[in-house]
């Protein structure tokens, strides 16, 4: 850990009153599950079902704080952490123990120093790590101990927990199509899903404007009103099940262009959307990169970010930039911190890496209507207050280019990733998944033409 002093959680605002409330609730529920935590010989049902009574509450809840309990009681130092900040409440705790308890007792203790470190701030007013990002890192720590107690330098299978089931609903007329995948898989299908959405809705746009030429053609005399009609009306829209039927009767293709992260020193991977990616999926996607380019930071003359602009700020912020946000970066609009100006663009903030970020559309909206402001600091850092000046909290870039970048165990690795990152040799893979879904090989080609770049990144400002 760096140092962190002076570094506290933005919910940790001592005069805030709904802050203090906040932690008078979680000193609260601390105590009960303390109270609830059954000694270790303890019959499960029994305890179970003598606290549901008393508490009120079901079996599920209860034993819940009991498993949030008997991780406490395992990880000491956690505990100390959760009753010292008042910062932790039930989600978190369950993320927690969920995660850790098939740790086991030789392990327990390292893995604890970890997330002690995810649960430790490192800015003033840092915004509270996110639930999810909390559960991939614990998932992410546990992972490397169970590779470490396996010991056989083998890559575990998980494709294995991959399952597609069809099964009819009870009204007789349709059927549930639940496909379990691991988070780069599910990834390329949704990107691909909605890419065919956007595809077809194109194709529907333009048989709409041809039959309105048509009909143009062979009734003039009412042509006018009738082909500002069908263009001013919307076109059927697509939805992604229309989506993944076309996909799969070859009716219609699906671009997808990816983006995949790894440092020059290898490693694993990591993807917009499905996080860092482990030693077997790393592996697949690597033997499947189609474009390599070097990242850095940069300035272009227009509005527009180039590809390599995107590129680089997605990997860099890794989610939207509001504090405690965790839209993943490939879901989010491309802002100029300092808003661009259109009409003397060398007096408003430049189309410049170190001027955008990553905003979802909802963050987006509140940072355009002024209703939160922004400062960014050199480090990365970025501070947000409300408009009336009462709230504010610092977040930091979490991609994998992000500089502080991931919690590894290996701190040489570490150490060697952040050297590499100061010289700005940081690789991106640019990766089209035409492997999977037919598409052009020209489109494929347009990749890195800036005449191309981003149709669907429309920045704002
Ligand atoms: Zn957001």
């Not at 041809?210 to 009609?229: G, H």
């Given at each position: 850990?760096?140092?962190t002093?002076?570094?506290?959680?933005?919910?940790?605002?001592?005069?805030?009153?709904?802050?203090?409330?906040?932690?008078?609730?979680?000193?609260?529920l601390l105590?009960?599950?303390?109270?609830?935590?059954?000694?270790?010989?303890?019959?499960?049902?029994?305890?179970?079902?003598?606290?549901?009574?008393?508490?009120?509450?079901?079996?599920?809840?209860?034993?819940?704080?009991?498993e949030?309990?008997?991780?406490?009681?395992?990880?000491?130092?956690?505990?100390?952490?959760?009753?010292e900040?008042?910062?932790?409440?039930?989600?978190?705790?369950?993320?927690i123990?969920n995660?850790?308890?098939?740790?086991?007792?030789?392990?327990?203790?390292?893995?604890?120093?970890h997330?002690?470190?995810?649960?430790?701030?490192t800015?003033?007013?840092?915004?509270?790590?996110?639930?999810?990002?909390?559960n991939?890192k614990?998932?992410?720590?546990?992972?490397?101990?169970?590779?470490?107690?396996?010991?056989?330098?083998?890559?575990?299978?998980?494709?294995?927990?991959?399952?597609?089931?069809?099964?009819?609903?009870?009204?007789?007329?349709?059927?549930?199509?639940?496909?379990?995948?691991?988070?780069?898989?599910?990834?390329?299908?949704?990107?691909?899903?909605d890419?065919?959405?956007?595809?077809?809705?194109?194709?529907?746009?333009?048989?709409?404007?041809?039959?309105?030429?048509?009909?143009?053609?062979?009734?003039?005399e009412?042509?006018?009103?009738?082909?500002?009609?069908?263009?001013?009306?919307?076109?059927?829209?697509?939805?992604?099940?229309?989506a993944?039927?076309?996909l799969?009767?070859?009716?219609?293709?699906?671009?997808v262009?990816?983006?995949?992260?790894?440092?020059?020193d290898?490693?694993?991977?990591?993807?917009?959307?499905?996080?860092?990616?482990?030693?077997?999926?790393?592996?697949e996607?690597?033997?499947?990169?189609?474009?390599?380019?070097?990242?850095?930071?940069?300035?272009?003359?227009?509005?527009r970010?180039?590809?390599?602009?995107?590129?680089?700020?997605?990997?860099?912020?890794?989610?939207?930039?509001?504090?405690?946000?965790?839209?993943?970066?490939h879901?989010?609009?491309?802002?100029?911190?300092?808003?661009?100006?259109?009409?003397?663009?060398?007096?408003?903030g430049?189309?410049?890496?170190?001027?955008?970020?990553?905003?979802?559309?909802?963050?987006?909206?509140?940072?355009?209507?002024?209703?939160y402001?922004v400062?960014?600091?050199?480090?990365?850092?970025?501070?947000?207050?409300?408009?009336?000046?009462?709230?504010?909290?610092?977040s930091?870039?979490?991609?994998?280019?992000?500089?502080?970048?991931?919690?590894?165990?290996?701190?040489r690795?570490?150490?060697?990733?952040?050297?590499?990152?100061?010289?700005y040799?940081?690789?991106?893979?640019?990766?089209?998944?035409?492997?999977?879904?037919?598409?052009?090989?020209?489109?494929?080609?347009?990749?890195?033409?800036?005449?191309?770049?981003?149709d669907?990144?429309?920045?704002?400002?």
């Amino acid at each position: 850990m760096g140092d962190t002093t002076g570094a506290y959680w933005a919910h940790q605002q001592p005069e805030d009153p709904l802050s203090q409330k906040l932690r008078a609730s979680n000193r609260a529920l601390l105590a009960l599950i303390e109270a609830c935590c059954p000694e270790g010989d303890a019959d499960v049902e029994y305890h179970a079902a003598t606290l549901s009574i008393r508490l009120g509450l079901s079996r599920g809840k209860v034993l819940q704080l009991c498993e949030i309990g008997l991780m406490l009681r395992r990880m000491p130092r956690v505990a100390e952490l959760a009753r010292e900040t008042e910062a932790l409440g039930l989600s978190h705790l369950n993320i927690i123990a969920n995660g850790t308890y098939a740790i086991s007792d030789e392990q327990i203790h390292a893995v604890e120093n970890h997330v002690i470190g995810l649960l430790t701030p490192t800015r003033p007013r840092q915004a509270m790590i996110g639930p999810r990002k909390l559960n991939t890192k614990i998932g992410d720590i546990v992972a490397e101990y169970d590779d470490r107690a396996r010991g056989d330098g083998t890559i575990p299978q998980i494709t294995t927990a991959e399952s597609v089931t069809i099964a009819a609903l009870p009204d007789g007329k349709y059927s549930q199509i639940i496909a379990t995948l691991r988070n780069d898989r599910a990834h390329v299908v949704k990107q691909a899903l909605d890419a065919a959405v956007t595809t077809l809705n194109n194709k529907r746009r333009a048989e709409l404007a041809e039959q309105a030429r048509e009909s143009e053609a062979s009734a003039p005399e009412k042509a006018p009103e009738s082909a500002a009609e069908s263009e001013g009306k919307d076109a059927p829209r697509a939805t992604l099940a229309d989506a993944l039927i076309a996909l799969i009767r070859q009716q219609t293709t699906a671009d997808v262009v990816l983006n995949v992260y790894r440092s020059p020193d290898a490693g694993e991977a990591w993807l917009d959307g499905a996080g860092w990616l482990g030693a077997l999926a790393t592996a697949e996607w690597m033997r499947e990169v189609t474009h390599l380019r070097l990242s850095g930071d940069g300035a272009a003359e227009s509005y527009r970010p180039t590809d390599a602009q995107v590129a680089r700020v997605r990997g860099r912020d890794g989610t939207c930039r509001f504090p405690g946000c965790e839209a993943p970066a490939h879901q989010c609009d491309l802002d100029h911190i300092k808003p661009y100006n259109h009409d003397a663009p060398e007096e408003g903030g430049p189309t410049d890496t170190e001027n955008l970020h990553c905003l979802c559309r909802r963050h987006h909206n509140l940072k355009t209507h002024g209703l939160y402001n922004v400062t960014a600091y050199s480090d990365g850092t970025e501070l947000w207050t409300s408009v009336d000046g009462t709230t504010a909290a610092t977040s930091v870039p979490s991609g994998p280019m992000a500089g502080f970048g991931r919690q590894t165990f290996d701190q040489r690795l570490t150490r060697k990733t952040k050297a590499r990152q100061k010289n700005y040799i940081d690789w991106l893979l640019s990766f089209s998944v035409s492997t999977i879904f037919v598409m052009d090989e020209e489109d494929e080609e347009d990749w890195d033409d800036e005449e191309d770049q981003a149709d669907h990144d429309e920045p704002q400002n």
